[in-house]
């Protein structure tokens, strides 16, 4: 395509988007288990409204949009008490987890060389932390030691203990970990740092803004937040179980010293002195007035409700699935995203993955262990017995079939390649054929 010679009518051209989105996802339907976190109408239209208020604004410069700078404070405060942080606390709103993620390795990177002498640093990782880790030391020159994790999938302490050196700038846990949904005993990493003088960092991009909820409704997990003493810095993510508008997360450090080496400033630049405290440049304002106004609207009133909502239809969907011959659910999750093995060496849980998908359900693959993977969410209350009908159906039918095995979760590709940048360069084959 190139542009169009003449503009369009605004009508058609809105008219041509809607109707490419009609074989995209479904997710206000519930028949969606990732990608999109959606608690219903209200929220939607409440977050798109104030979204659209501030869509052309800039939060590059507070100066010029103070309203952009207060809503972000208000939003790193909010997001402060629900972590169980001092008043100590810092922090700013990112673009997502992974913005929060990158920077909080660039951060340890500077702050264990410019306050502990480390040229090379590494970075101490369970296994199941989310893949941004990686790609954080790949971007950073920081070498990213991944840990085994025990039996219940949580970090195995004794590891992290043990790949601790004294080039290592900051231990990472969990609170879940995304793929079965776990919190990693967050007070022995906690302990291993300060004992080691070095940073630690809890990624609740998907449970900070359940968990402290679901805590208060009585459910038992490990602590978790800044109330565990060796925590130094926290991501939670909005556009998670925040229900706010995708472009939002929350880093959080707990004093300001360590939050200094995350700001970048040049003074040579022809255009004056430049700087900024996270890895945008132009910032949109709309997320940032959609979260402020989305965690105003439902409060934590709404935030318990919504939780408990969710958490009822998660245990009734892990009971259900228990109950189905030759599936299981990987580990004891903490929180309300869990995995669906086999347990039956007949059953492909990857060909009972191909069936759901047909069955017009959408749905991640995971291969360790081989599993289906569920972000329950408040739309999925009504589905349940749909969906737990199409998944006893679905197992019953796939027995003794095998699924497209060997596949990552990843736009379907294959995860027996011989290096990473094999998969970069097959990853760079398919999306050019995606995007072009
Ligand atoms: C989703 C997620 C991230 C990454 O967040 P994005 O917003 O997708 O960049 C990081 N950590 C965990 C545990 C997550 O679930």
Redesign the pocket.
């Known amino acids: 395509m190139s542009l169009p010679e003449s503009g369009r009518d605004r009508e058609r051209v809105l008219a041509d988007l809607e109707s490419r989105a009609d074989s995209d996802a479904d997710w206000r339907n519930g028949r969606t288990w990732n990608l999109v976190y959606h608690a219903g109408e209200a929220v939607e239209s409440l977050r798109n409204d104030a979204y659209e208020l501030f869509a052309s604004e800039n939060a590059l410069n507070p100066g010029a949009f103070p309203s952009l700078g207060q809503c972000e404070v208000d939003i790193v405060e909010m997001t402060t008490d629900l972590l169980s942080g001092s008043d100590d606390v810092v922090g700013n709103v990112t673009s997502?987890?992974?913005?929060s993620?990158l920077l909080a390795v660039y951060t340890a990177r500077e702050h264990a060389r410019r306050e502990r002498g480390i040229t090379e640093s590494e970075l101490v990782v369970p296994e199941t932390a989310?893949p941004?880790w990686s790609k954080a030391g790949h971007y950073f020159g920081v070498d990213v030691i991944r840990t085994p994790v025990r039996e219940d999938r949580r970090a195995d302490v004794d590891a992290v203990e043990a790949a601790v050196t004294d080039r290592t700038a900051m231990v990472v846990g969990?609170a879940p970990?995304?793929p079965h949904g776990v919190v990693d005993p967050i007070a022995d990493l906690g302990r291993i740092a300060a004992a080691n003088d070095m940073l630690c960092h809890v990624?609740a991009?998907?449970g900070g803004f359940i968990l402290p909820f679901l805590r208060d409704l009585g459910h038992d997990f490990p602590a978790f937040d800044f109330s565990v003493p060796g925590v130094t810095s926290m991501s939670a993510?909005p556009?998670?179980y925040g229900y706010a508008p995708k472009g939002s997360?929350v880093l959080l450090w707990r004093t300001p010293d360590i939050r200094l080496h995350q700001y970048f400033g040049f003074q040579d630049w022809h255009g004056g002195v430049y700087v900024a405290p996270n890895m945008q440049g132009t910032r949109p304002g709309g997320p940032i007035a959609g979260t402020w106004a989305v965690m105003q609207y439902l409060g934590r009133d709404g935030y318990a409700d919504l939780t408990a909502t969710v958490m009822d239809t998660a245990e009734t969907l892990r009971d259900r699935i228990e109950a189905i011959d030759g599936l299981s659910i990987v580990a004891n999750p903490d929180a309300t995203v869990f995995a669906i093995e086999s347990t039956d060496p007949t059953l492909d849980v990857w060909a009972v993955h191909e069936r759901l998908t047909a069955d017009g359900w959408v749905l991640e693959r995971q291969q360790q262990p081989p599993s289906i993977h569920l972000s329950v969410m408040p739309t999925h209350e009504p589905v349940v017995e749909e969906f737990c009908a199409d998944l006893e159906a679905a197992a019953e039918d796939a027995r003794s079939e095998s699924g497209d095995s060997a596949r990552a979760p990843m736009y379907g590709l294959s995860a027996d390649l011989d290096s990473d940048e094999e998969i970069e360069r097959a990853a760079e084959r398919l999306l050019d054929s995606v995007f072009r």
């Open positions: 997502g987890g992974t913005e993620i989310h941004a969990s970990a995304y990624d991009c998907l993510d556009h998670k997360s």
